[in-house]
């Protein structure tokens, strides 16, 4: 069972190789972003109140997003080998709750895969990817409020796999099948 995270700044390409990666290791993906557009473009309760975070590139609390995750690890097919976590944990309350989570129902975390992509590189995809994204965080006041935040409160999380010596960080620049294959030799070392 491989339960691997992917982390990386807002642009790393960590949607892209989420992707492959659920391709090729038979995965669940389960991305927090993408969850939450979903509840966006329905209308829920969650979703409205989600909205007015993200459109202001802030956080949704933690508990809003351990309760949806939950219930979507709960809800992961008996066919798959286990789950690729795109965008979750953000913070270290969220590594407590996720730790925790799969504690309880008799799994752990593989490898966190750390994608690492300078600022510059982010802010250019970042913009790039909004003239067709139509996504209300990718213009440059909030994609830079995005960039501080992932520093303030995403880096503890790195800090927190590597105490558990679960951590691997990958050079996230270069073609969408090289990042892939550093990250392919990573999860084959570790599963
Ligand atoms: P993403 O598609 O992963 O870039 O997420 C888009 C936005 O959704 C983020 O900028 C946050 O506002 C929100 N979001 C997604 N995942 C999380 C999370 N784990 N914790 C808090 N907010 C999140």
């Known amino acids: 069972m491989l339960n691997i ?3 990386g700044a ?3 390409g960590k949607g892209t ?3 492959l990666i659920v391709e090729k290791y038979s995965l669940d993906h389960l991305s927090t972003g993408d969850l939450l557009r979903k509840e966006i473009e329905q209308k829920t309760k969650l979703g409205v109140i989600a909205e007015s975070f993200i459109s202001k590139g802030s956080f949704v609390p933690d508990e809003m997003i351990i309760d949806m995750l939950i219930q979507s690890v709960d809800n ?3 066919k798959s080998n286990g789950i690729i976590l795109d965008g979750f944990p ?3 309350a969220q590594a407590e709750a996720l730790e925790d989570l799969l504690g309880k129902r008799n799994k752990k975390t593989t490898i966190l895969i750390d994608l690492l992509v300078d600022n510059k590189e982010l802010i250019n995809r970042l913009l790039k990817r909004g003239e067709t994204s139509g996504r209300s965080d990718d213009n440059l006041e909030t994609i830079k409020k995005r ?3 992932y520093q303030e409160k995403t880096t503890p999380v790195s800090d927190f796999y590597k105490n558990l010596n679960k951590y691997a960080a990958i050079d996230g ?3 969408v099948n090289e990042i ?5 030799a990573v999860i084959d070392l570790n599963r």
Request: hydrophobic share 30%.
């Open 180 to 184: 892939f294959s550093r990250i392919s």
């Open 147 to 149: 960039l501080q935040i």
């Open 5 to 7: 995270i992917i982390c």
């Open 17 to 19: 190789q989420s992707n």
């Open 10 to 12: 807002p642009g790393c």
């Open 90 to 92: 953000r913070t270290v």
């Open 173 to 175: 620049i270069g073609t």
């Open 76 to 78: 992961q097919s008996d």
